[in-house]
């Protein structure tokens, strides 16, 4: 199975958005039995040195492209066009994570949610946070066959505020290590 993964926040390391995501793609490539596309788009941010060393693994590939995530929000959050095969290929699975939701041609579509502070506590958030993640989360109702909960309160949360399917929500909590 091709399976793509957006990890284009690990260019924010030492987040919680960032540690989930990073420690969530060392588990997952281990199963060799799947091949991997990591998508990364940074205009100015770095692949962290974890990911770097999965190149050398037979069933990882790494897509960089220098497009800030301004630009992402605008084609895949707002127009909605540009699906992320253009990018990666042909895939059976693909996740998003936090920031933009691209559209595919085909394949089955999963992102994960970590919390939905931008509806629960919005005087708290920046402006446009609120609206990039209110635009994507749009999508993710629409379009995500499975989304990954990082918390059982972040899966009730998505049930009461978004009315989220239950049915579609997993939770996988973030581990910790050293």
Known sequence: ?????????????NTGVANYLENLVNKLVANESHEFILFFSSL???????IKKLENKKNVTTVLKKIPPSGLHLLWNVVHQVPIEFFVGDIDIFVSSDWT?????KAIKATILYDLIVYKYPAETHEKIIKVQKKKLAWVKKECDLIFCISEATKNDAIKILGFDQSKLKVIYPGITI
Do not use: F, H, W
Request: glycine share 4%; aromatic share 4%; no cysteine.
């Open 1 to 13: 199975m091709r399976i793509a993964i957006d990890i284009s926040q690990l260019a924010y390391p």
């Open 44 to 50: 100015r941010g770095k692949l962290p040195e974890s």
């Open 101 to 105: 939701e691209a559209p595919v041609r």
